[in-house]
Structure formats: C-alpha cells, structure tokens
C-alpha cells in the first residue's frame, strides 16, 4: 500500500511568484486536506477537497487555492507570495471521515 | 486563546521512563482526539485515534480522554531513544471537520 507522497520535497522561490505543490494520495483514499506547519508550530488547516470539490476551508486568503483530481491526487496553488508563506505544507489523505495520514511535506523557502 | 493548549517542553527523559504528554482544549464540540509523532524533516504519523472520552492501548501508547475536564494525555511506558520526536495532539469535531493542531511537545529519551 502506498502512502502520502508530495512533491517537490524542497522550494525556494522569491516574493511575488506563484508556486504549486502536487500530492498523490494513500491508495483508497478520497479526500484530501492541506496543512501549513511554521516552525515549531503545529499545522494549521488551509482546506479539504472531497470528490474534487472544496469541502472547507481554513483562514487563508483566496491566493491559496487548490484542486482536487478524479484520481484523488491534489494540487496547492499559491499566488503573490509573501515572505510569511515560508513553512511545511502538509497534504493528508483519508477515506471519507476516517483518519488522517500525512506525507512528509513540502518545505517552502520565501526569500 | 488557542482552542488546543499543548506545552512544547523539551520534555527530557531517561531511556525506560515513563513519559506523560497532555493537552487542554476548549472547544467543547470536539469528539475526535488523536496523537501524532512527527521525526525531524517529516510529515506527522498517526499513532491513536479516540473517539469521545475513555481511555485506549496500543502497546507502549495509551491515549486518555476526559471530555468533562476538555484534558487528553498520551502515556508511553518503558520509552525508548527512538521515541525521541515532536508529539502532536488533534482533535475535530465529527464528520469532515478540519483537524485543529496542538503546538508540539518535543520529546527526548536518551540513553
């Protein structure tokens, strides 16, 4: 059984750009959430696709954005970025309700 | 206030302690408790998933949950150096709810 996997596992980028995160999901699973980790800070939720719709969001602003594909990989988009966006993202999958179970992440650097 | 209240040490322990991890919470719409273990440089792993209060074993890990105190604890007996990670308490409400994070405990366990 595959897990969580995310890629790419590292990025630098510079103020301004836009950036997009991919995640494949646990075999099984259909909905997928995105976390946003600081340092030395828990994850934060940013927002949950089930069957390729939103199905939450947290407090982020419209430029986090992402998609859900019919094979239940997703993508995170972020426009404008700030020095502030630097951080872990976190994508976790489940099936329906149950459990979530994380990949290792992407860590963004904002320089 | 945060709604999930977790102490982030360092907690430092000898090898074969017994480690006791806690967090509060506020947010009395809470059904779900879990604990994660994340490692350095890699995404959170579930360890127990509870549903309302009680209390739930799984090998060295115990999990507590008092719901009329709004208090859960994570209990690892006989800890190990591998055990030595960051401790991440969550908890949503039912359904699809977002997860809502603790801060971390850092724990060490050394020889």
């Known amino acids: 059984e595959t897990g969580v996997t995310q890629s790419p596992t590292h990025l630098i980028k510079t103020r301004g750009q836009q950036v997009t995160l991919r995640c494949s999901s646990q075999?099984?699973?259909?909905?997928v959430s995105w976390y946003q980790q600081a340092l030395g800070q828990g994850p934060q939720f940013i927002f949950q696709?089930?069957?390729?719709?939103?199905?939450g969001r947290g407090n982020f602003p419209p430029r986090f954005s992402g998609l859900q594909f019919p094979n239940y990989s997703s993508e995170l988009n972020v426009n404008a970025l700030e020095l502030d966006d630097s951080a872990l993202y976190l994508c976790?999958?489940?099936?329906?309700?149950?459990?979530?179970?994380f990949g290792d992440g992407t860590r963004l650097s904002i320089l | 206030q945060k709604e999930v209240e977790q102490d982030p040490g360092p907690l430092s322990v000898p090898e074969g302690a017994i480690v006791s991890l806690n967090c509060t919470y506020s947010?009395?719409?809470?059904?779900?408790f879990m604990w994660y273990r994340q490692y350095s440089r890699k995404g959170p792993e579930l360890l127990m998933y509870?549903?309302?209060?009680g209390n739930k074993e799984d090998g060295r890990f115990t999990a507590q949950v008092d719901k009329s105190s709004k208090y859960i604890s994570l209990f690892i007996r006989d800890s190990q150096p591998s055990d030595s990670a960051t401790y991440l308490c969550?908890?949503?409400?039912?359904?699809?709810?977002?997860?809502?994070f603790g801060a971390g405990t850092r724990l060490a366990v050394h020889p």
């Open positions: 509870t549903y309302s209060s």
């Open positions: 969550a908890m949503k409400a039912g359904g699809y709810n977002k997860l809502i």
């Open positions: 976790a999958s489940s099936f329906n309700d149950q459990p979530q179970h």
């Open positions: 947010n009395s719409a809470f059904q779900y």
């Open positions: 075999s099984g699973h259909n909905t």
């Open positions: 696709y089930y069957r390729e719709e939103e199905n």
